[in-house]
T-cell receptor, first 119, second 116 residues
Framework: EAGVTQFPSHSVIEKGQTVTLRCDPISGHDNLYWYRRVMGKEIKFLLH????????ESGMPNNRFLAERTGGTYSTLKVQPAELEDSGVYFC?????????????????FGPGTRLTVL | AQKVTQAQTEISVVEKEDVTLDCVYETRDTTYYLFWYKQPPSGELVFLIR??????QNEISGRYSWNFQKSTSSFNFTITASQVVDSAVYFCALRRGQTGANNLFFGTGTRLTVIP
């Protein structure tokens, strides 16, 4: 079974440009999450999709970030325009079930991340 | 508020030594979940274990063991007889127990280097 995949693995852009990150979750996983790790700091939650709906976007830093999950399959995260502080590693994760449920299947499986560098 | 602290930024051990990675958490929830993930050089976060707040039984899986102590709000991870393949960054994380509380709160990670 294929794991969570992310594209690209690395992206280097200049301040003010636009970048779109893509995440393909594990097949059959309705729940998809985006996280970000800024250099040396903790991994922070950005948002959570259940199928195509945004369940929780409380972690999105500002309106320069736009996440979509059309059709409830893959998801994209667009940063427009990118700023220097957006540099970091963006992780995507997926799970069968959501949190708060005492069942097997709510573990989140992570992709390898996209390393974004804004110059 | 939820917080996870991994005070050890980097640890180096010689192969076959035992090593313990510390994790201290803060939450006011009575129901919560604790996790450990491993990040090898390939980059992805590999799920290792989930623990429910009402189950303080320690767990052993091969060379890995976890010590969960609610009294000290700690969830420490021990690798016995470490191997070079254990070299990675290890993250401890917490999730609230409320329905709909899906996001993980991570610590800053501990980089473990096992020297052959």
């Amino acid at each position: 079974e294929a794991g969570v995949t992310q594209f690209p693995s690395h992206s280097v852009i200049e301040k003010g440009q636009t970048v779109t990150l893509r995440c393909d979750p594990i097949s059959g996983h309705d729940n998809l999450y985006w996280y970000r790790r800024v250099m040396g700091k903790e991994i922070k939650f950005l948002l959570h999709f259940v199928k195509e709906s945004k369940q929780d976007e409380s972690g999105m830093p500002n309106n320069r970030f736009l996440a979509e999950r059309t059709g409830g399959t893959y998801s994209t995260l667009k940063v427009q325009p990118a700023e220097l502080e957006d540099s970091g590693v963006y992780f995507c994760a997926s799970s069968q079930r959501g949190g708060g449920e005492l069942l097997v299947g709510n573990e989140q499986f992570f992709g390898p991340g996209t390393r974004l560098t804004v110059l | 508020a939820q917080k996870v602290t991994q005070a050890q930024t980097e640890i180096s051990v010689v192969e076959k030594e035992d090593v313990t990675l510390d994790c201290v958490y803060e939450t006011r929830d009575t129901t919560y979940y604790l996790f450990w993930y491993k990040q090898p050089p390939s980059g992805e976060l590999v799920f290792l274990i989930r623990r429910n707040s009402f189950d303080e039984q320690n767990e052993i899986s091969g060379r890995y063991s976890w010590n969960f102590q609610k009294s000290t709000s700690s969830f420490n991870f021990t690798i016995t007889a470490s191997q070079v393949v254990d070299s990675a960054v290890y993250f401890c994380a917490l999730r609230r127990g409320q329905t709909g509380a899906n996001n993980l709160f991570f610590g800053t990670g501990t980089r473990l280097t096992v020297i052959p």
